[in-house]
Every structure is written in C-alpha cells, then in structure tokens.
Antibody, heavy 120, light 109 residues
Framework: QVQLVESGGGVVTPGGSLRLSCAAS????????MNWIRQAPGKGLEWISY????????QYAASVKGRFTISRDNADNSLYLQLNSLRAEDTAIYYC?????????????WGQGTTVTVSS | SSELTQDPALSVALGQTVRITCQGD??????ASWYQQKPGQAPVLVNY???SRPSGIPDRFSGSNSGITASLTITGAQAEDEADYYC????????????FGGGTKLTVL
C-alpha cells in the first residue's frame, strides 16, 4: 500500500525540540523529492521544507530556516524533521508529502499528519 | 506579488457547477495544483498541471489556467465535495519555493 505515516509529534515547551519522522511504503522512496508542510489550527497550508531524492539540495521557508533540519534515510525509507528552538507559532499539524515526479509541481501523496503543540 | 489569492468561501447547489479561482503573478510561469481537504483529514491532490487528475479523482474536477488566474471547476457538485480547497504553485521571486493560497471553503447546498 502506497502511504506515508508521520510520527513524533507532541507537546513541548517554548525553546524545546522535537524530531518528527515519516515512514514511506509502497513506492521507491529514493526516487522522490520529499516535503514537510504544516497547518496551524484553523489556518491554511504552509510549505516549510523539501529535500531532494539524494539528500541534496535542501531548502527551507524563511519561517523555519536555522531552527528546523530536514533529512532522510533512503535505506530505511524514512524522512525526518528536527525541530529546535520551538515557538508558540510552530504549533501545527505537520504533514510529510511526496513531490509529484513529473513536469508539473504537485504534492501527490500526503501522510495523515502529526500534531506539534508548543505551550508552556 | 508572491501571494496566491483565493476567495475565502463559496457555495454551490447540489448538482450545479462551481469554479474556484486562484490568482497570483507566479501563475504566469507555473501551473497550479489543487488540493481538497475535508475536516480532520489530510489534503488530497485533485488536479495539477494543464488539467491532470490523479487516479481515483472523479472527472467532474477540472483545472484551467489563464494569465495570472488558475481555476478548479467542479461540474455537477456532490455533497461529498464540501471541503476546503487550496491552490499551490511556486514562488516566482527567485527561490521558486512552493506556496499555497489561503484556501476556499466550499459549501454544497
């Protein structure tokens, strides 16, 4: 079954850290760019990072650059997001999403999301 | 501007046709993709590129692009189409990062 399954979310105090994981199955993970996209409560979608199929290049949105780190393990079919120096505004559902491997940009497979709450 | 603008809310009568639009300068250079999100669920890709649908998406969902406007048209809206819809494209300011519109909440009456 083609799917992405996120884990690792939780409640953390401001300034704290968390590591999110995304387990891929049913497709050749190493063939695809992968992304992290988040959604704050009651808000829209915000792209925050992508990583190429090989692990480089990597890019981040300005809102998380310098605090979050994306990585992947192609041997383990896993994507990761290390969240450091967390702020209240980082509270959101975090989705991993696969890049469509074609001529047109799209996110063609999403996980169910994992919730991060930053609160004192 | 690097923004993608969507109407916050739209409604459509059951069985009628509705067009959801997305405006932004980057759409001159990049096709939009469209996502349906129902409450408590992850987004699902429903249309992308010139007018492509992933497997399993009904053909009542069609996409089009003209200038700075991309549109998702639902022809013969069904009750199960009630959802939030987001467009996405790339930033054309230099970094080409993905970005999303603010979303349109579609109500099927």
């Amino acid at each position: 079954q083609v799917q992405l399954v996120e884990s690792g979310g939780g409640v953390v105090t401001p300034g704290g850290s968390l590591r999110l994981s995304c387990a891929a199955s049913g497709f050749t993970f190493s063939d695809y760019y992968m992304n992290w996209i988040r959604q704050a409560p009651g808000k829209g979608l915000e792209w925050i990072s992508y990583i190429s199929d090989s692990g480089s290049p990597i890019q981040y949105a300005a809102s998380v650059k310098g605090r979050f780190t994306i990585s992947r393990d192609n041997a383990d079919n896993s994507l990761y997001l290390q969240l450091n120096s967390l702020r209240a505004e980082d509270t959101a559902i975090y989705y991993c999403a696969r890049d469509h491997s074609g001529s047109y940009p799209a996110f063609d497979l999403w996980g169910q999301g994992t919730t991060v709450t930053v609160s004192s | 501007s690097s923004e993608l603008t969507q109407d916050p809310a739209l409604s459509v009568a059951l069985g009628q046709t509705v067009r959801i639009t997305c405006q932004g300068d980057s759409l001159r250079y990049y096709y939009a993709s469209w996502y349906q999100q129902k409450p408590g669920q992850a987004p699902v890709l429903v249309n992308y590129g010139k007018n492509s649908r992933p497997s399993g998406i009904p053909d009542r969902f069609s996409g089009s692009n003209s200038g700075i406007t991309a549109s998702l048209t639902i022809t013969g809206a069904q009750a199960e189409d009630e959802a939030d819809y987001y467009c996405s494209s790339r930033d054309n300011s230099g970094n080409h990062f993905p970005k999303f519109g603010g979303g349109t909440k579609l109500t099927v009456l």
